[in-house]
């Protein structure tokens, strides 16, 4: 795909344009930054002074940070990208649905002409004896102006019975549909070209996105793990218990979750059920047990299993596994069927099994959700969370939520 099309089709996803050039070549956006590290050398020196060596933890705790900072920004845009994907494959779903449904009116419309034909071929053969001119070119293969006129006049001539008459009006009626839907069949056609080419072409871009989250997570893997067994050796920790640590931060930065938005006081925008009912628990617990049995499975742009999900993918079928429709495989429409069926919940009064959405700055009036997950209880929640993570079950992050949960029973 041309540069310029991915670079406009990322900049309406919301990807900030300073993102492309990794899409773009992820190898060579990363040579651009030559980072320096602490090598063991300064580990060791570090630790034979108390002070020196916790300046030193702050030091690498701060690179963690901001690699880890690095790669969500990324992987967001990743996701922004997966998400237009989704919504490029709905349209070329919904464009081949109305093909198909029209190329099937048009074969059927002109069987159903073909016939009338046939039952008028004999009439017509007659009254051509009796009349200047070939009728039976005149009517199948003239225009429905010169069929209507040829009726008129046979008509006139008194030369049908009524039901003969009838006969030939249906003829020219359903020629005239066949050939309307046979229209309508290749313009349905030219339209699911187009959505195609933007399907293939939101693929293409989303593609890019992922394979650069996942590239720049791999070129930082090794520095990463040095540098946690540096934290591990200069704080005198366990490899194992730093790493859950620093996992623990990158899941969820900064070290206590803001408190949850309380009920608002103002009137709540269409589709927030003000006094919800309580979800089902049954449809629930099935829900949950579907998405957390996938934990430890690989992320996948567009997957829905059975061993590799995108976000939506996997909340999808979890509650399909319920037997309760959420919306289709878009974490933006899926939001938008919570709201159309009433079911989005201030997320002051979430419960165990709601949606929780993210979009750009946690705004619901975004049109744009990029990311779902299934809340647990107790402020954790499960997800297939990005292209350099598993399936998984972590602390509900609360950058970019919004506001209203979706609660799919009830």
């Known amino acids: 795909m041309a540069d310029g099309k991915r670079r406009r089709r990322a900049i309406a996803a919301g990807v900030p344009a300073t993102l492309l050039?990794?899409?773009?070549?992820?190898?060579?956006?990363?040579?651009?930054?030559?980072?320096?590290?602490?090598?063991?050398?300064?580990?060791?020196?570090?630790?034979?002074?108390?002070?020196?060596?916790?300046?030193?933890?702050?030091?690498?705790?701060?690179?963690?940070i901001r690699l880890e900072a690095e790669l969500a920004e990324l992987n967001v845009a990743?996701?922004?990208?997966?998400?237009?994907?989704?919504?490029a494959q709905l349209a070329l779903e919904a464009a081949t649905s109305r093909l198909d449904r029209l190329t099937r009116q048009s074969d059927d419309a002109q069987a159903k002409a073909d016939e009338s034909e046939r039952r008028v071929a004999l009439i017509v053969a007659q009254l051509a004896r009796g009349t200047a001119g070939d009728v039976t070119m005149g009517l199948l293969l003239g225009s429905a102006d010169d069929s209507e006129s040829l009726l008129a006049r046979l008509g006139i001539a008194e030369r049908l019975s009524t039901s003969s008459a009838e006969l030939l009006r249906?003829?020219?009626?359903?020629?005239?549909?066949?050939?309307?839907?046979?229209?309508?069949?290749?313009?349905?056609?030219r339209e699911r070209q187009r959505t195609a080419d933007e399907a293939e072409e939101?693929?293409?871009?989303?593609?890019?996105?992922?394979?650069?989250?996942?590239?720049?997570?791999?070129?930082?893997?090794?520095?990463?793990?040095?540098?946690?067994?540096?934290?591990?050796?200069?704080?005198?920790?366990?490899?194992?218990?730093?790493?859950?640590y620093q996992q623990g931060l990158a899941a969820n930065p900064g070290t206590t979750p803001p408190p949850v938005t309380p009920p608002p006081t103002t009137t709540p925008p269409p589709g927030v059920d003000p006094a919800p009912p309580p979800p089902s628990s049954s449809a629930v617990e099935t829900a949950i047990a579907y998405a957390t049995s996938q934990v430890g499975d690989r992320y996948l742009l567009g997957g829905r299993g059975p061993d590799a999900w995108d976000c939506s993918g996997l909340t999808l079928m979890s509650y399909s596994a319920a037997g309760v429709r959420i919306g289709t495989h878009s974490s933006t429409d899926q939001y938008n069927y919570m709201a159309a069926q009433g079911r989005l919940v201030d997320?002051?009064?979430?419960?165990?099994?709601?949606?929780?959405?993210?979009?750009?700055?946690?705004?619901?009036?975004?049109p744009r959700k990029?990311?779902?997950?299934?809340?647990?209880?107790?402020?954790?929640?499960?997800?297939?969370?990005?292209?350099?993570?598993?399936v998984r079950i972590v602390n509900v992050r609360y950058g970019d939520l919004v506001p209203y949960v979706g609660r799919p029973t009830g």
């Open 202 to 244: 939101a693929l293409n871009a989303a593609q890019a996105g992922v394979d650069a989250a996942q590239a720049k997570a791999e070129a930082q893997r090794a520095d990463v793990d040095r540098m946690i067994a540096q934290l591990a050796a200069l704080k005198g920790t366990t490899l194992d218990l730093e790493r859950e």
């Open 170 to 189: 249906q003829a020219i009626y359903d020629k005239k549909t066949a050939g309307a839907l046979a229209l309508d069949a290749r313009a349905a056609e």
């Open 347 to 366: 997320r002051g009064s979430m419960q165990r099994g709601d949606l929780l959405f993210y979009s750009d700055g946690g705004s619901a009036s975004n």
């Open 21 to 64: 050039l990794a899409f773009a070549n992820p190898t060579a956006a990363m040579a651009l930054r030559q980072p320096d590290y602490p090598s063991w050398d300064e580990v060791e020196q570090a630790r034979r002074d108390e002070a020196t060596a916790q300046a030193k933890v702050d030091e690498i705790e701060g690179i963690l």
């Open 78 to 87: 990743a996701l922004l990208l997966a998400e237009e994907y989704d919504l």
């Open 370 to 390: 990029y990311h779902v997950a299934i809340y647990l209880g107790d402020g954790k929640m499960v997800e297939s969370p990005n292209p350099t993570a598993l």
